[in-house]
């Protein structure tokens, strides 16, 4: 069997492998890169969801690429035109021709000797198992499984007559034009799904056992389009997405230091914008403190405005029963449905399900450390993307492509071949991969990597202090270890 080799290998072609392409070509044009990708076709998350309405919670000058200006009328963009946006990245900049798609990465397997990743793929035309070898491989393959989404199991679910639906594989012939539907959820998805449902069914009822922080934001950034008027596209672009990002961490500084008074002005928001008189509480008001969990963002404030029209309406109870014709509430409130769409979360997955072993000993990732929330403590030349849960994906992902191409060019400098972050502090302890209490995080925390106590193996999800230490540290910082291969170059 023939087996390819390649410098670079990137897993997925999402938001972040077609980024990450980009920077190792601009940084590295003399190195191979190949991207695999299992589906057919590029664009990760933002081909994969194709629900009504779907859209970015987070502004496109944050969202989109350092090297590429949003130049779209709205900062918080639809789904399409996201996905617009990255097939043009891909065209732009030539990363098209380095993709293989129907390609799924099985396993890999880190030769010390050879300083090389062997790397099983599985053809998925006709299942044949191919070997792949690279220097660096770099995952870009999210944090969730593309197979299914996550349905909690509610009694009396098949007696239902209606249709069931998961946001994460929509039928695109389901017509819900005048029926009753009700959506099982708080998060952004269900969010995004209400206030567009409500524009054809007849009722739209959200129905949520608890409550999630909601901020209404223009879809269009005023400032924005002031400065493109009279700036360059990309001086208007970089000023806009630093405003954005200090807005952010601002916000969140604040909500972290003062939370009584960030949850405060968060209901304010939401009181004004609903009919006086509404239950803000419970339907607005979580038990948590904000940014414990993402909040939610609706543009224009849709959800706020299809309440207001009553073309929708909130529910926060939990399900006894599902009947026949509906659901029955532990309230003992009956809702009568006829398409129920459970906007119940994600089923996170590591790494896209591969396994990992290093001289063919299996890695157990949820005993690793993440070393600056891109490698992992033990594991020679490999990163991975993992965007921020308090700002933008594409911040991290574009960090960490950046900050790859810088090690593998001072490897490069140096004659080196390997690299490998090695915890030598007894002082650092595992902690939480993340700080965050949602469901769908804490169902899956024995799937991914540890953090450390502090720096570098801590997550400050915080992006100047990832700039500093990602773009200006030193590479020599001792817990870095540079090696060369025992065995020739093949």
């Given amino acids: 069997m023939s087996i390819e080799h390649i410098d670079t290998l990137i897993v997925g072609a999402g938001l972040s492998g077609v980024g990450s392409a980009v920077h190792l070509r601009q940084g590295l044009p003399q190195q191979s890169v190949l991207i695999l990708e299992a589906r057919e076709r590029l664009g990760g998350t933002w081909d994969l969801f194709r629900y ?10 944050t969202l989109g690429y350092s090297f590429k200006p949003w130049t779209g009328a709205k900062a918080i963009a639809d ?33 010390s000797a050879a300083a090389r990743w062997h790397v099983a793929v599985k053809r998925l035309a006709d299942d044949t198992v191919l070997q792949v070898q690279c220097r660096f491989l770099l995952m870009c393959s999210g944090y969730y ?33 005048g029926q009753q539907v009700v959506v099982i959820g ?37 400032i924005a389009d002031a400065l493109r008027g009279f700036l360059p596209a990309k001086i208007a672009y970089a000023l806009t997405r630093w405003k954005n990002v200090l807005t952010g961490l601002f916000y969140f500084t604040l909500a972290r230091s003062k939370p009584e008074l960030a949850k405060a002005r968060i209901l304010q928001g939401a009181a004004q914008a609903l009919p006086a008189g509404y239950a803000v509480n419970p339907h607005f008001t979580p038990s948590y403190k904000p940014w414990d969990q993402r909040i939610c963002l609706v543009p224009d404030a849709d959800l706020f405005a299809a309440i207001s029209q009553g073309k929708a309406r909130m529910v926060t109870d939990t399900i006894e029963m599902i009947e026949p014709q509906g659901l029955r509430l532990h309230s003992g409130e009956f809702l009568r449905a006829d398409v129920i769409v459970t906007a119940t979360g994600l089923d996170l997955l590591g790494f896209g399900g591969m396994e990992i072993s290093v001289d063919s000993v299996p890695l157990k990732v949820a005993k690793c450390l993440s070393y600056k929330g891109m490698m992992l403590n033990g594991v020679p030349n490999f990163a991975y993307v993992f965007g921020y849960t308090n700002a933008s994906w594409t911040l991290k992902s574009d960090l960490t492509g950046q900050y790859v191409v810088r090690l593998l060019r001072h490897m490069r400098r140096r004659g080196l071949d390997s690299v490998v972050p090695q915890l030598n502090d007894a002082t650092v302890h595992p902690e939480p991969w993340v700080d965050f209490s949602s469901g769908y995080f804490q169902r899956a925390m024995d799937r991914f990597p540890k953090q450390g106590s502090k720096k570098p193996w801590r997550l400050y999800q915080n992006y100047v202090r990832d700039l500093l230490a990602l773009r200006w540290s030193s590479l020599e910082d001792g817990v ?3 090696g060369k291969a025992r065995l020739p170059s093949q």
Avoid at 52 to 61: A, F, L, N, Q, Y
Avoid at 199 to 214: C, E, H, I, M
């Fill in 186 to 222: 708080s998060g952004a998805t269900a969010m995004t799904l209400v206030p567009e449902m409500a524009k054809l069914a007849g009722l739209v009822t959200l129905l949520q056992r608890s409550p999630t922080y909601v901020v209404a934001r223009p879809s269009r950034d005023a």
């Fill in 480 to 482: 870095l270890q540079f």
């Fill in 79 to 111: 789904g399409p035109s996201i996905l617009q946006y990255v097939q043009e990245t891909a065209q732009e900049f030539g990363v098209l021709p380095l993709i293989r798609f129907g390609h799924k990465v099985l396993s890999a397997n880190w030769d």
């Fill in 52 to 61: 009504p309405g779907i859209r970015s919670d987070s502004d496109m000058h």
């Fill in 145 to 177: 499984n593309y197979e299914h989404g996550y349905t909690p199991a509610f009694p009396g679910m098949d007696s239902f007559k209606g249709q069931v639906v998961h946001p994460q594989h929509w039928p695109q012939d389901l017509d819900y034009r």
